[in-house]
């Protein structure tokens, strides 16, 4: 009996992976929400929403809630450190039109394509979490502010403390796991001539379409 099941196809695969990425995003974008929705409405009116909160429905919501903010904290995320990214780029790749072509060339390889596309996939939620870190550092001290309880004063110091050297080391991740990314670009596509089906080049200070996000 033949299996009549098929092969999940790599455009599925592709966007599972999107889905899944921009989620784990999402969920951090959205606890910082929920602390800073603490912090204004108090102890009483927290205490008093809480029972909603855990229903089926507010799941249901939240999982949207958090796709949305997912995508709008990524894009934020990439806005502000695009000049940074940029800088990397240019220890391998003087132009942008430069850039493109080594993307191009590399397609003709499914599998150094989908290696380089996990690496990106790691390096978007590095660069997520790298402003989820200081979002959530920033609310659980809010949230902690509207509530009395022992050492309260040490513990603010410690979240603030671990907040900040944990956002460091997202953005040390994402900066290495950016630079990698950009010299195995440049290595492996450096013995490829030129694709004939390149598009015209772009100018040295223009922004090409193919950047990595």
Request: net charge positive; aromatic share 8%; with cysteine.
């Amino acid at each position: 009996m033949t299996n009549s099941t098929q092969p999940e196809s790599p455009a599925l695969a592709a966007a599972t992976a999107m889905f899944v990425e921009v989620l784990v995003i999402g969920i951090g974008a959205l606890t910082a929400a929920v602390l800073l929705l603490i912090s204004l409405i108090g102890p009483a009116s927290t205490t008093k929403v809480a029972p909603v909160a855990g229903s089926s429905a507010a799941t249901g919501v939240a999982l949207a809630a958090a796709y949305a903010l997912g995508i709008l904290l990524d894009r934020a995320a990439d806005t502000v450190l695009t000049p940074y990214r940029r800088r990397l780029r240019t220890r391998f790749f003087p132009t942008n039109s430069a850039y493109a072509a080594a993307r191009l060339r590399l397609a003709a390889f499914p599998v150094l394509a989908a290696r380089a596309d996990y690496a990106r996939s790691r390096m978007r939620i590095c660069r997520g979490w790298l402003f989820n870190c200081l979002a959530l550092t920033l609310t659980a001290d809010l949230a902690m502010l509207r509530y009395s309880f022992d050492h309260r004063l040490l513990i603010l110091c410690a979240t603030t403390a671990f907040g900040l050297v944990t956002a460091y080391g997202f953005f040390r991740a994402w900066r290495a796991l950016t630079t990698t990314g950009y010299r195995k670009l440049a290595e492996q596509t450096a013995s490829y001539p030129p694709s004939p089906a390149l598009p015209v080049q772009s100018q040295p200070g223009s922004v090409s379409s193919s950047e990595v996000q």
